[in-house]
């Protein structure tokens, strides 16, 4: 039996968003334009990609799979979309992360096992996302790798998912 049959399909969306969730969370601390959140987009999808590979969890691997679906990704993208809704970038960041708390007791319910994994994951996750771009700066001169709001917001994503 794959873990996803221990969810609901609406739970199943919710754990499945997370790894976007957890990216939107450190984009939206501190925005700074096209480039940058093309770069944390790719951060989230190298992880997911990596959860494909052999020693990931298996809740993991069946996280990474619904993505090769359109329906999975549809569902992902729906909760996403609620996150962000008529938000502002701090609204945004509360949001995702009340999303993130959710989804981690979701899985600690129905998955206790795979838990622990989960929610190192979806830390991990936050963590490339705040390394993919460079804030501040000049022409890629400059700046540093993970800014103060980035910082703060990993923090409390790693109180959320504590």
């Known amino acids: ?55 990931a969890a298996p809740l993991l691997h069946e996280i990474a799979a619904a993505y090769d679906s359109s329906e999975g990704r549809d569902k992902a993208k729906e909760v996403l979309k609620e996150q962000a809704k008529g938000k502002k970038p701090a609204e945004i960041v509360d949001s995702a992360l009340a999303e993130l708390t959710a989804a981690a007791g979701i899985v600690a319910a129905k998955a206790p096992d795979a838990a622990p994994a989960f929610r190192d994951w979806l830390k991990a996750i936050a963590g490339k996302v705040a390394e993919a771009g460079t804030e501040g700066g000049f022409l890629g001169f400059g700046g540093e790798k993970v800014s103060a709001a980035e910082k703060a917001t990993l923090e409390r994503i790693d109180t959320a998912l504590a």
């Open 1 to 55: 039996m794959a873990l996803k049959d221990n969810f609901t399909p609406e739970e199943w969306a919710q754990v499945v968003a997370a790894p976007m969730v957890a990216g939107i969370a450190v984009t939206a601390a501190d925005p700074r334009g096209l480039i940058g959140a093309l770069k944390e987009s790719f951060a989230v999808a190298g992880a997911v990609q990596r959860a494909k590979g052999g020693d």
